[in-house]
T-cell receptor, first 118, second 113 residues
């Protein structure tokens, strides 16, 4: 089973709202990721959690706030977003190997949350 | 220069055709290579890893040329269901916290009846 689930599937929010995106996996993976994908563009990495600790933040604005409550869950808290933040937000997970093995650590993606900011 | 470059296409081919995509990467320290497939409004799904010796999975063949720093994907006997965007993915390790994946911009394939 290589399933990563994400909720909600679709989200429409105003610029003053606070909302959260959720991601869950039960594959025992220890690395989880948030990506942002605009139309006709490849996914862009936002955050990486490794063993529930934030290990990479790709200079993402503070209006995006990740949280990893446990090894199976990953949240992305949204506050005061802008219309240009509208995109598909993808969560992924991988086994989270160490050292050089990290290079072969295959990532599995969830179906994404399509976010529209009005 | 982008770290991973792909021809964006679109490639429009008839059913049964053979089609090939190339992807070049700039970082010679790149370690691992993958092809992902992404259908319209869906998430990327792993199609296959790419090994130095080349590898085949049914109608799909992937090759890696480290000297020239490119990978390729060959699809034989194209099916309508092969229509998708194909994303080349490269992983390299760097000091400190490493970027996990670098995506190419994707190549759009449409297989026509």
């Amino acid at each position: 089973d290589t399933e990563v689930t994400q909720t909600p599937k679709h989200l429409v929010m105003g610029m003053t709202n606070k909302k959260s995106l959720k991601c869950e996996q039960h594959m025992g993976h220890r690395a989880m990721y948030w990506y942002k994908q605009k139309a006709k563009k490849p996914p862009e990495l936002m955050f990486v959690y490794s063993y529930e600790k934030l290990s990479i933040n790709e200079s993402v604005p503070s209006r995006f706030s990740p949280e990893c409550p446990n090894s199976s869950l990953l949240n992305l808290h949204l506050h005061a977003l802008q219309p240009e933040d509208s995109a598909l937000y993808l969560c992924a997970s991988s086994r989270g190997l160490a050292g050089v093995q990290r290079a072969t650590d295959t990532q599995y993606f969830g179906p994404g949350t399509r976010l529209t900011v009005l | 220069r982008k770290e991973v470059e792909q021809d964006p296409g679109p490639f429009n081919v008839p059913e049964g055709a053979t089609v090939a995509f190339n992807c070049t990467y700039s970082n010679s320290a790149s370690q691992s290579f993958f092809w992902y497939r992404q259908d319209c409004r869906k998430e990327p799904k792993l199609l296959m890893s790419v090994y130095s010796s080349g590898n085949e999975d049914g109608r799909f063949t992937a090759q890696l040329n480290r000297a020239s720093q490119y990978i390729s994907l060959l699809i034989r006997d194209s099916k309508l269901s092969d229509s998708a965007t194909y994303l080349c993915v490269v992983i390299f390790l760097s000091s400190g916290s490493a970027r996990q994946l670098t995506f190419g911009s994707g190549t759009q394939l449409t297989v026509l009846p």
